[in-house]
């Protein structure tokens, strides 16, 4: 008999050892590329699919595949995904001890591993160079390629010498990986890894199953708090503040209405940072309020939601946070509640902080990126993906896209409030320009004789929310700017406006705040009670072998597998192991037990 071509080989492992029907995107490409022993870059979004871009060349090569990773903290969760599937997977790094190091060398050396993950820094050391002499190596992969970049802020000095396997082992393929997109890294990584005859792969960083929201800062508390009651109702998210007192307000406060929340940021002790991230990793529905401390390294597959309570730095720093949220590919919400005040913040940790003025310079043009995005007049979508340079159509799952803003014609109230900002001095913000414009004589106003000004009460056509959202939009077209104390100072492009050349078109703001939500996505929409019930006792039955196992929830069966039995219910072993996500192997340990909880619950409802 004929050995079966490479792609049969490489289809028969992704279906019977990870239960996959079918390669994603360019992975079949890649898995071939590099199973001909061909060195790869490949440029993925989050969630994309990277790891099985070298983990079946690993399993259908002869050796064992190197796999360099940054993240000790998640080396324990791919070798333990690995094992779930039946594949002989170790890892190697400083929380070992000698002999549990030696036995995995043993292993290596004796071919009975057919992947290895390690840290960079163990990989240079003398002792593992020996061991790369002596063991078969299926292939290197190299994980979070980026590292190598001296402008990343992921740089690890190690990734630098990491083009010493290349002189090594010129004959054993390398593939690099990355879900940071410039070009620039991907210049850098090619060559500080002697990666020039290395095909490059690069897919779309578009993730559709992401959709975006964007509200009006208005009390944002409740606002997050109803934004999870009637979307996230026992979801696993994250919440992302700025400071790390009011990620424990924001904790507590959530604990106080009955969500099961836990606090992160790099003030804790390094016991509780682990204990919180591993409550929230392992455990099934966890709100997780944390800075940016958190987040890197978490691989967590079934986050439904990143919530921004406060602006991020950037735009890449947001893509890559709310990055983090429906790696499994099922519908997941990227929510944020903004407000000009957070970027009158911004702007001041921009101005007060000792970088250099080239360095602040940029700082402020990707403030000015994100205020763009927030004032989006369509798809938001659009603006990321144009962001990063890659042109897309309307997604069709983004809040402008699936409820879009009414405009009107705001060219005599953009005039009122320029002249207004101009006839205070350009130096306040927008609570006393709105005060100004609606006539209120309070102390402030009175006390600088801004009563007496020509625009004093001029603007009570529009309600406070709409002037607000309206300095915000004119900020966003660069009509006005925020001086370095957050007043609003005029700028160049507002002349047209203001000598009534040019007009402008503004959104309208949305009157009650439940219609805007309305465009977030649900998670998951039963059709009946009694669908509701399954998706309950598959989820304990879950819960149970993840315990009995010691285990995360999601290394048992993933929520879209879960969910395909819920939709498919199939009565057989066979029919099982047709879902994606059911592997031989899990086949074997679980498949019986899915199938009694499905008929005892049909037998009930029957
Ligand atoms: P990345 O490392 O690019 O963020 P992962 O490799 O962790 O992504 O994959 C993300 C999720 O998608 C995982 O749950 C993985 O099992 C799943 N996945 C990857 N490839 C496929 C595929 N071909 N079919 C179905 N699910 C896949
Ligand atoms: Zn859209």
Redesign the pocket.
């Known amino acids: 008999m004929n050995a079966p071509a490479p792609a049969d080989r490489a289809l028969h492992v ?1 279906r019977h050892t ?1 239960g ?5 995107g360019e ?1 079949a490409a890649i898995v071939g590329h590099l199973e001909g022993g061909g060195d790869a870059l490949v440029l ?9 871009c070298y983990q079946i060349p690993s399993l259908l090569r002869d050796g064992c595949g190197i796999v360099v990773s940054p993240l000790i903290a998640l080396m324990q969760d791919q070798v333990q995904t690995l094992e779930q599937l039946g594949v002989r997977a170790a890892y190697l790094n400083s929380t070992q001890d000698a002999e549990t190091a030696g036995a995995i060398e043993r292993a290596v050396l004796a071919g009975e591993l057919d992947m290895l993950y390690v840290a960079p820094e163990r990989l240079m050391t003398p002792r593992f160079q020996q061991l790369l002499g002596r063991a078969r190596i299926a292939l290197f992969a190299i994980d979070e390629a980026h590292c190598v970049s001296q402008w990343g802020h992921d740089f690890r000095p190690e990734y630098i010498q990491l083009s010493i396997l290349h002189e090594r082992f010129p004959q054993v393929p390398r593939i690099a990986l990355t ?1 940071t997109a410039d070009a620039a890294t991907r210049q850098e990584i090619v060559e500080r890894l002697a990666l020039h005859e290395a095909r490059i792969f690069v897919s779309s960083f578009d993730r559709p199953n992401i959709r975006y929201t964007v509200v009006e800062k208005d009390n944002a508390r409740r606002q997050l708090l109803r934004f999870i009651r009637s979307h996230h109702d026992g979801d696993a998210g994250i919440v992302y503040c700025l400071s790390r007192k009011k990620v424990e307000e924001t904790a507590n406060w959530l604990r106080g209405e009955g969500i099961r929340a836990l606090h992160y940021h790099a003030g804790l002790d390094a016991a509780t940072r682990e204990a919180h991230q591993t409550q929230f990793v392992r455990g099934d529905g966890i709100v997780m309020c944390a800075t940016i401390a958190f987040g890197m390294g978490i ?1 967590k ?1 079934d986050v439904r939601f990143v919530a921004h309570l406060d602006l991020p730095k950037s735009l890449e720093a947001y893509y890559q946070e709310t990055g983090r949220a429906g ?3 099922l519908p997941s919400n990227a929510w944020m509640a903004y407000g000009l005040q957070d970027l009158v913040l911004q702007r001041e940790m921009i101005e007060q902080s000792q970088a250099p003025d080239e360095i602040k310079r940029i700082e402020r043009q990707k403030l000015e990126a994100l205020l763009g995005y927030c004032e989006a007049p369509a798809c938001r979508r659009q603006v990321l993906l144009r962001y990063f340079g890659e042109p897309s159509e309307p997604c069709g799952n983004c809040d402008m896209c699936l409820n879009p803003p009414e405009t009107f014609d705001a060219t005599l109230a953009a005039q009122q409030a320029l002249s207004t900002i101009y006839r205070s001095g350009q130096r306040y913000g927008a609570g006393h320009l709105i005060d100004i414009l609606m006539g209120r004589a309070n102390a402030r106003v009175t006390e600088r004789g801004h009563d007496k000004l020509s625009t004093f009460g001029i603007g009570k056509q529009l309600p406070d929310a709409q002037w607000s959202s309206l300095l915000r939009q004119m900020a966003a077209q660069g009509f006005v700017g925020l001086n370095e104390f957050g007043g609003l100072v005029l700028r160049e492009d507002c002349r047209a406006v203001l000598r009534g050349e040019a007009g402008f078109l503004a959104r309208r703001v949305r009157e009650s705040a439940p219609r805007a939500a309305s465009s977030v996505r649900r998670e998951m929409e039963f059709e009946s009670d009694e669908a509701r019930t399954l998706w309950a006792a598959l989820r304990q039955c879950r819960r149970d072998l993840a315990e009995e196992q010691n285990v995360p929830a999601y290394m048992i069966f ?1 929520d879209a597998t879960l969910k395909l039995m819920l939709d498919a219910r199939p009565t057989s072993l066979e029919a099982m192991h047709a879902l ?2 059911v592997g031989d192997r899990k086949l074997d340990a679980y498949g019986m037990q899915f199938l009694e909880v499905i008929q005892k619950h049909q037998r009930r409802h029957a």
């Open positions: 992704l990870f996959y029907p079918a390669f994603r992975q993925m979004p989050t969630g994309g699919g990277k790891s099985l879900a691989d597959p790696r499994d590919g993933g994606s996500g």
